[in-house]
């Protein structure tokens, strides 16, 4: 390996958060350029050594006394030696994070709300040196876009923690309180691996209109008696809402989704609850319930929805995309076209509610 005269890291782009230069033969007398805004960290074994701010430095046995020290120690003496040289930029960066987490379980039904979140955090490295043994020792990692992942997953994973742990009344009425605490714990994350978060922003947190409405009531019970008021208040305020009054009983059941309608049919009949397995650990849920409550897996089919920007596979159902934040709208239709008036019905809607013709 030929000995390196001069070190320099001249190609940072705005985006690099560091370079690393592996398996450099240097000498007491080869020069370390550091521009503004960079650190140069002398790195060996995993280890981090001597940091150089900015300037030009000619290493000498003082400047580089912890290096010079481990070299000793392993009995590498004279002018020449191998070690890496990981120059880390000073810069403010920004992580975008977005993705879905649930809800802690609640109510009898355990219910799991489906929490979208999307936003950013602008951040530098504050301890270079903690830094590089963080992502060049223990991590792996070789480049900007490595560290920069691994930035995006740990936000991901402390908000899909965080959330797990309240149930959906706590997260409905402290939204706020909820990602301030989100926010405190990624600080401390980022600083045990030597960066500093400079602010963390939820741009949004979406919480469904479902789960709003669980929240305001007492579970599955009030859910659907909300419900029944709403669709009754709906069909008394539309056009030929008077035939749709008077078929009060009828109306409510034409738009209620199916599940719900079935789990009155069913509390009304007093018959025993249908329940679906859990394909991911065997638990029975309630017909009707989303997520299972034993362990939390979809219970509805597998599928994928691709993010329109950055082409990433995200799971069915997802609104935000995990890897860019991106708005998913689904693809599934939203709404079913009746074949004889052409009004347009919520899906699940067994009748049409303009001409009561049978839908699907
Ligand atoms: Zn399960
Ligand atoms: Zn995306
Ligand atoms: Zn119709």
């Known amino acids: 390996m030929p000995v390196i005269e001069k070190v320099s890291w001249d190609y940072a782009g705005a985006e690099d958060i560091a370079y690393r230069f592996p398996n450099l033969s240097l000498k007491y007398g080869s020069q370390v350029i550091v521009k503004e805004n960079q650190w140069a960290v002398f790195f060996r074994d995993g280890k981090a050594y001597d940091v150089f701010g900015p300037g030009r430095h000619t290493i000498t046995s003082n400047n580089i006394p912890l290096l010079t020290a481990a070299l000793r120690a392993l009995r590498i003496i004279g002018d020449i030696f191998d070690c890496e040289v990981v120059f880390v930029s000073n810069s403010q960066f920004r992580a975008n994070f977005g993705g879905t987490a649930y809800s802690a379980p609640s109510g009898d039904i355990k219910y799991q709300a489906e929490l979208g979140f999307f936003g950013y955090m602008l951040y530098k490295v504050e ?12 991590r792996g990692a070789s480049s900007s876009r490595d560290v920069e992942n691994y930035i ?47 602010d963390c922003v939820f741009e949004g947190v979406k919480i469904p209109e479902e789960a709003r409405r669980f929240a305001s009531g007492m579970g599955a019970q009030a859910m659907m008696m909300q419900y029944m008021k709403e669709t009754a208040t709906e069909l008394k305020g539309s056009e030929g809402g008077g035939a749709a009054a008077a078929g009060l009983g009828a109306g409510m059941g034409l738009t209620m989704p199916y599940m719900m309608a079935q789990q009155m049919q069913q509390a009304q009949a007093g018959q025993p609850q249908q329940l679906i397995i859990c394909q991911s650990c065997g638990a029975k849920n309630p017909v009707g319930t989303k997520f299972c409550g034993n362990c939390g897996a979809s219970l509805a089919p597998q599928a994928k929805v691709v993010c329109p920007k950055c082409k990433a ?31 347009k019905n919520p899906v699940g809607t067994k009748f049409c509610g303009n001409c009561g013709e049978k839908l699907g």
């Open 127 to 138: 301890d270079p040196k903690l830094f590089v043994v963080e992502f060049f020792g223990n």
């Open 152 to 198: 995006r997953g740990f936000i991901n994973e402390r908000i899909i923690n965080e959330f797990g742990n309240h149930d959906i009344f706590t997260v409905v009425k402290n939204v706020d309180a909820t990602t301030d605490k989100v926010t405190l714990k990624i600080s401390d994350e980022a600083a045990r691996v030597g960066l500093k978060v400079i």
């Open 313 to 343: 596979e995200n799971p069915a159902g997802t609104k935000f995309c995990g890897n860019c934040g991106t708005p998913l709208t689904q693809p599934a239709a939203s709404e079913i076209t009746c074949p004889k008036c052409n009004a």
